[in-house]
């Protein structure tokens, strides 16, 4: 069904004013998916014509799109997508910062604790002394991942349990937003064995104090890169400091797509937004930026690798894990993170006149405003 933009537009200003807990009829669940399908392939359509403007532009494995140096792709992100999956570290409940991209923005003061003394791995919390148990009943994964909110609040704790994985062979990343950085826990991770480090330079709108304590990671962790969700702001602010940012000599930059949920799409009201595969929402300029960012990588060539860490990725990075984990075929976690659509938000962009479906088709009989649906 080729709904038109008007007929669409029409459609989610009523279903944007039903009661959250109406459900919608069969044909008008219909409605909805023909609007997201046309709504996201005309988003991809400009997304390859993008993509066709970077002559450079590299696949890896059919599951993600990256520019520059091949050895310097994260080898956290070939674990992610290529291998045994991306284990999820966690300990800190904390923050030390509020970002408006963020997840948890507003909730950051109702994040539960794991424990006193406790890591949570896998959905399991374990006590330190218990890593020798897990590590000798499960098989290796290729790697693990820091996360969960800022592990630099409490550094010190995480140094025996990198060089517990480190002994174990198991390749290790870290997420931080760098402000708590300093030379010393740095070397610390470094001595501790962490393999790489990820700087979320957009949380501090590439601060120089960041700037600098990637340089200084350099000098002690294997591979430093960025990881940031592309929004304006760091589109913007990066080009400003271009030039300093890649004297780090840092590895890898990851652009992630922006998506968004319950906590923080309330800052992007208004922007013109899509869905992709009935799972995550995203602002249409995230990618877009995204693109425009490897091009200019690629043809200023930086010498590292940028990297479209976008919901085609994220897409992908799930069936991986799934495959890995002995799920059935085709089963993924990838799923919305709206446990009802937020029809408003897709408002914007069927109002704009400059945004345009690719093709169009009048309603068929029982699908048209005012008819009875059963």
Not at 29 to 38: G, N, P, R
Not at 191 to 200: M, P, S, T, V
Not at 321 to 328: A, D, P, Q, V, Y
Not at 343 to 350: D, T
Request: charged residues 30%; contains cysteine; hydrophobic residues 35%.
């Amino acid at each position: 069904m080729k709904i038109s933009k008007k007929d669409a537009l029409q459609w989610f200003e009523f279903f944007a004013m039903l009661p959250e807990e109406e459900e919608l009829m069969i044909r008008q669940q219909e409605i909805v998916y023909a609007t997201f399908a046309q709504i996201e392939e005309a988003i991809e359509d400009r997304n390859d014509r993008l993509m066709e403007d970077i002559p450079g532009l590299k696949n890896l494995a059919k599951r993600t799109l990256y520019v520059g140096e091949d050895e310097k792709f994260p080898k956290g992100c070939k674990s992610c997508l290529l291998g045994t999956g991306l284990s999820a570290i966690r300990k800190t409940n904390r923050c030390n910062i509020e970002c408006r991209f963020c997840y948890n923005y507003g909730d950051l003061d109702n994040i539960p604790p794991v424990g006193e003394g406790m890591w949570e791995i896998g959905g399991t919390k374990f006590y330190e002394k218990d890593l020798d148990l897990l590590l000798s009943t499960y098989r290796k994964p290729t790697g693990v991942c820091y996360v969960y909110l800022e592990p630099f609040l409490e550094i010190e704790k995480y140094y025996p349990v990198i060089r517990k994985f480190k002994e174990a062979g198991i390749h290790q990343h870290l997420y931080t937003n760098g402000t708590l950085a300093t030379e010393e826990n740095l070397k610390a991770l470094g001595e501790a064995g962490l393999d790489e480090i990820r700087f979320n330079l957009g949380a501090a709108n590439c601060s120089d104090k960041v700037i600098e304590n990637i340089g200084i990671a350099r000098k002690y962790i294997r591979n430093v890169g960025i990881e940031t969700p592309m929004t304006p702001e760091f589109f913007d602010a990066f080009l400003k400091k271009k030039d300093k940012i890649l004297g780090t000599k840092l590895d890898f930059i990851n652009c992630a797509e922006l998506h968004l949920n319950e906590n923080n799409i309330g800052n992007y009201e208004g922007e013109n937004m899509y869905i992709a595969r009935h799972g995550y929402i995203s602002p249409i300029w995230s990618r877009e930026l995204t693109l425009k960012f490897m091009k200019i990588a690629d043809e200023e060539g930086w010498g590292i690798a940028v990297h479209d860490c976008s919901n085609h990725t994220k897409f992908a990075r799930n069936l991986n894990l799934s495959s890995k984990e002995g799920k059935w075929f085709g089963a993924s976690d990838y799923v919305s993170e709206f446990a009802r659509t937020p029809f408003e938000a897709f408002l914007p962009i069927l109002r704009d006149d400059s945004f345009q479906f690719l093709s169009e088709e009048e309603l068929p009989a029982g699908y048209k405003a005012g008819e009875l649906f059963f």
